[in-house]
Nanobody, 125 residues
Framework: QVQLVESGGGLVQAGGSLRLSCAAS????????VGWFRQAPGKERELVSR????????FYADSVKGRSTISRDRAKNTVALQMNSLKPEDTAVYYC??????????????????WGQGTQVTVSS
């Protein structure tokens, strides 16, 4: 089992920045990939960004590309998502997810087997 705990969400004005953090614990071996997803009211959960634990290889959704940076600290088992130039449409609950599943690109929610409880990000206009 892997436990994921997100932190860093909150209320920010448009144009501002937030840094989300995900701390993983409970499993002795590392995940293959860690992703950040978000879900706004009435919308499907979507991938924001993901990183491959061993090599990095960040992926960003078009909606956040150029405004966000994902990073991992393998010694601390943490993954951070730095989001800049935030827009009201970035408002959502953000979830950290970890995958131990091989053979995936890790771009879909179904590719992940562990999830955090979510942290709310609200961007005011």
């Amino acid at each position: 089992q892997v436990q994921l705990v997100e932190s860093g969400g909150g209320l920010v004005q448009a144009g501002g920045s937030l840094r989300l953090s995900c701390a993983a614990s409970g499993r002795t071996s590392s995940p293959l990939a860690v992703g950040w997803f978000r879900q706004a009211p009435g919308k499907e959960r979507e991938l924001v960004s993901r990183i491959i634990w061993s090599i990095g290889g960040p992926f960003y959704a078009d909606s956040v590309k150029g405004r966000s940076t994902i990073s991992r600290d393998r010694a601390k088992n943490t993954v951070a998502l730095q989001m800049n130039s935030l827009k009201p449409e970035d408002t959502a609950v953000y979830y950290c997810a970890a995958s131990t599943r091989r053979g995936f690109l890790w771009v879909r929610a179904g590719d992940y087997d562990y999830w955090g409880q979510g942290t709310q990000v609200t961007v005011s206009s």
